[in-house]
């Protein structure tokens, strides 16, 4: 069964930075694209940032672009978010998502179906 466990959720100070990691498993990691989500308390789930199965394209969502970087590194089956200059606007719940279709080439928000539990990223004044 495949699963996702995201770890690296925080309390953080407006201006500050957090790395958030994801491991899958039970998921041919190498060949899925992966994801980053985040919902915030009564808003609806936001696409933070994908990657390829093969790590050459990136995609980002617009509130987050020049700010936020996604990474991968296949040996460990891992995907990483490091967000920099945080904001009060980056508060939520972030889930790492998965697109296990084999090598997709493109990036289909869409297609992600597997999902972690989420963990708690709060940016405080």
């Known amino acids: 069964q495949a699963q996702l466990a995201e770890s690296g959720g925080a309390v953080v100070q407006v201006g500050g930075s957090l790395r958030l990691s994801c491991v899958a498993s039970?998921?041919?990691?190498?060949?899925?694209?992966m994801a980053w989500f985040r919902q915030a308390p009564g808003k609806e789930r936001e696409f933070v940032a994908a990657?390829?199965?093969?790590?050459?394209?990136?995609e980002y969502g617009d509130s987050v672009a020049g700010r936020f970087t996604i990474t991968r590194f296949n040996p460990k089956n891992a995907v990483y978010l490091q967000m920099n200059n945080l904001t009060l606007e980056d508060t939520a719940v972030y889930y790492c998502?998965?697109?296990?279709?084999?090598?997709?080439?493109?990036?289909?928000?869409?297609?992600?179906?597997?999902w972690g539990q989420g963990t708690q990223v709060t940016v405080s004044s």
């Open positions: 998502a998965a697109d296990p279709d084999s090598f997709r080439p493109c990036i289909r928000r869409t297609a992600f179906n597997v």
């Open positions: 990657l390829t199965w093969n790590g050459v394209t990136a």
């Open positions: 039970g998921l041919n990691f190498n060949s899925a694209g």
